[in-house]
């Protein structure tokens, strides 16, 4: 009897992991990216299916693109998260305003910002003789 619940259990078990896995497909491959808009000075943030599309996107509106990377929609899920978290706001289209703080926040979280408008902090020591 209690074997039974207990195979019963593992087939619900697993039959609830290989929806997770399935839950994974939706997130499919594209480009992250990262576009300034410079008579606003705000950043947008985003996810395209392939780089034609976002060619369009940008020919469409006056905006600079910084960087792109391969990911897929729950990295940008998980950075627009992570960023609400960290206090930061935004428009409903992934808008933010353009500040040192969002640029550093973005780079250490892996988003693809370029180096136009950031560049990381070289740090030089310098050795005084007497």
């Given amino acids: 009897m209690n074997n039974?619940?207990?195979?019963?259990?593992?087939?619900?078990?697993?039959?609830?992991t290989y929806n997770r896995d399935s839950s994974s497909e939706k997130f499919k491959d594209?480009?992250?990216?990262?576009?300034?808009y410079d008579e606003f000075n705000s950043l947008e943030v985003?996810?395209?299916?392939?780089?034609?599309?976002?060619?369009?996107?940008?020919?469409?509106?006056?905006?600079?693109l910084l960087d792109i990377k391969k990911g897929n929609k729950k990295?940008?899920?998980?950075?627009?998260?992570?960023?609400?978290?960290?206090?930061?706001?935004?428009?409903?289209?992934?808008?933010?305003?353009?500040?040192?703080?969002l640029?550093?926040?973005l780079f250490t979280l892996g988003w693809p910002v370029g180096r136009s408008l950031y560049k990381p902090?070289?740090?030089k020591k310098e050795l005084l003789c007497a």
């Avoid at 480009?31 to 300034?36: G, L, S």
């Avoid at 990295?75 to 703080?101: D, M």
């Fill in 121 to 123: 902090r070289k740090i």
């Fill in 103 to 105: 640029m550093r926040h």
């Fill in 46 to 64: 985003g996810f395209a299916e392939n780089e034609r599309v976002l060619e369009k996107k940008l020919l469409s509106k006056d905006l600079i």
């Fill in 30 to 36: 594209g480009v992250i990216y990262t576009t300034y």
């Fill in 4 to 16: 039974r619940k207990i195979k019963k259990g593992f087939q619900i078990s697993m039959s609830s």
């Fill in 75 to 101: 990295e940008l899920f998980l950075l627009v998260k992570t960023l609400k978290e960290l206090g930061i706001e935004y428009s409903e289209n992934l808008n933010f305003k353009y500040s040192s703080s």
